[in-house]
């Protein structure tokens, strides 16, 4: 289904994006 699968890269690129900034920060405290 392409929708459901549109749903799953949304999600999973907003996921990404947010580990990614949480990762980001870690490295800047330190």
């Known amino acids: 289904d ?3 699968a549109l749903w799953g890269a949304i999600i999973s690129l907003v ?3 947010h ?3 949480k ?3 870690k490295i800047n405290r330190e």
Do not use: C
Request: aromatic fraction near 16%; hydrophobic fraction near 65%.
């Open 2 to 4: 392409m929708f459901m």
């Open 15 to 17: 996921l990404m994006s």
């Open 23 to 25: 990762f980001l920060r």
């Open 19 to 21: 580990l990614h900034d």
